[in-house]
């Protein structure tokens, strides 16, 4: 049987949160506005022909030009295929246009970066590597968004290959970012010390990945990932390049066996794969654990389940205390890129977002808090500002 198609209508939403988001979306979340007056013939001769050509000349003659006297330096192209978007997966870049265009919103209104939503109708990654290299001269900065793995992790390392700008697949470095933040923060105000937990990640995907290596990075004690057949770990006859590689970097204790066996005595779990992780296997874990449980809308972990056995819990959810959410992270990190015209993102960077994400609430810390809200003014600020650092003292930035 065909899915219902639900459709708003024009009667009051007031009572019917379907239909307000129907009519919140009507016409689209965004459009283009002028930055300039045309209020008459001189500006349009300013604006337009014939002075335009004045500053397109300029522009062929010293390409660097771009940057000042067009939107290139503050724009960032945000780019999917539409094969994993959210909960829903490969549903197609014109119903992945929702999702692109409320990303492109955000970017304005966290971290004043101008965004274009722009969703391909290919899959391949020669594809769409070549599109977004000939996209490229118009923008600042690119952020690949909802993109399956493992096809992601090529998609990005051949494009920021091929391009001198940013180029940041959120999926995978934005939930690392504030999940690493959190991790601190958590350490911290339970009075240990990020070396010596041995956390547990399910979910051997672009978030997954990309929060064990950021983990590794930050000086975790232990890191161990799990797919759909349990611990990745070296010499498992049945990995992909991307977690043999993987693999090498994380389960120094050798714990093989499934996500259960993994948890038995972890400091942390980290859900990035939806399933259900049950009771029994949460109460293995050490006393005074912490649970990020992050798949929406149903945790791996609900949080009511969680605090019985965890000092902290996180998830993904909004209606719940300790929310990752990379709208902490993504604003941020392309401002301090842009602002120092970053020919890429380096580790460096993305480890220095993810210390000054954590100290916007060093000093006010609690169990329930140990990451800011979304709505804190000083994220943004702090995020740009430790990237545009971080992006100077790693050669990367030209201004």
Not at 49 to 74: F, H, M
Request: aromatic share 4%; hydrophobic share 45%; glycine share 10%.
């Amino acid at each position: 049987m065909a899915a219902e198609i639900i459709h708003p209508n024009t009667q009051d939403t007031t009572e019917d949160p379907v239909d307000a988001v129907f009519a919140l979306h009507r016409g689209g979340k965004m459009e283009v506005r002028a930055t300039v007056p045309v209020r008459d013939a001189d500006d349009l001769s300013l604006a337009y022909t014939p002075g335009v050509a004045r500053v397109c000349t300029a522009i062929a003659e010293q390409p660097e030009l771009v940057n000042d006297y067009t939107w290139k330096s503050n724009t960032v192209a945000v780019v999917t295929d539409g094969t994993a978007v959210l909960g829903l997966g490969d549903i197609g870049p014109e119903a992945s246009l929702p999702v692109m265009e409320g990303k492109a919103i955000l970017f304005k209104q966290f971290g004043g970066v101008d965004a274009v939503p722009i969703a391909l109708a290919c899959t391949g990654v020669d594809e769409i590597v070549e599109t977004v290299v000939r996209l490229a001269p118009s923008f600042g900065g690119v952020n690949l968004e909802d993109i399956s793995a493992p096809r992601c992790f090529e998609i990005e390392r051949r494009l920021q290959d091929a391009l001198d700008i940013p180029i940041f697949h959120d999926d995978q470095h934005g939930t690392a970012i504030v999940t690493t933040a959190a991790l601190w923060n958590a350490a911290k105000v339970t009075g240990r010390e990020i070396s010596s937990l041995r956390a547990v990640i399910s979910g051997a995907g672009a978030a997954g990945i990309a929060i064990a290596k950021m983990l590794v990075a930050a000086g975790i004690g232990d890191v161990s990932v799990c797919d759909r057949k349990g611990v990745v770990y070296e010499g498992r006859g049945d990995l992909t390049d991307v977690k043999a590689e993987i693999a090498a970097l994380t389960n120094r204790t050798g714990v093989k066996g499934s996500l259960a066996d993994a948890l038995n005595g972890a400091d942390v779990f980290i859900g990035v794969s939806g399933g259900t992780v049950p009771e029994d296997v949460v109460a293995t874990m050490a006393e005074g654990c912490f649970v990020f449980a992050m798949a929406n809308p149903t945790p791996e972990i609900h949080p009511e389940v969680a605090h019985k056995y965890a000092a902290v819990v996180a998830t993904g959810r909004s209606d719940f205390p300790n929310q990752i959410n990379n709208v902490l992270a993504f604003p941020g990190i392309f401002a301090g890129a842009l602002s120092v015209r970053a020919t890429r993102i380096t580790e460096g960077m993305k480890l220095a977002a993810a210390k000054a994400l954590a100290g916007v609430v060093a000093d006010e810390l609690t169990p329930q808090k140990v990451i800011p809200s979304p709505f804190d003014e000083r994220v943004a600020p702090a995020v740009t500002k430790a990237v545009a650092e971080a992006a100077r003292a790693e050669g990367v930035a030209r201004r």
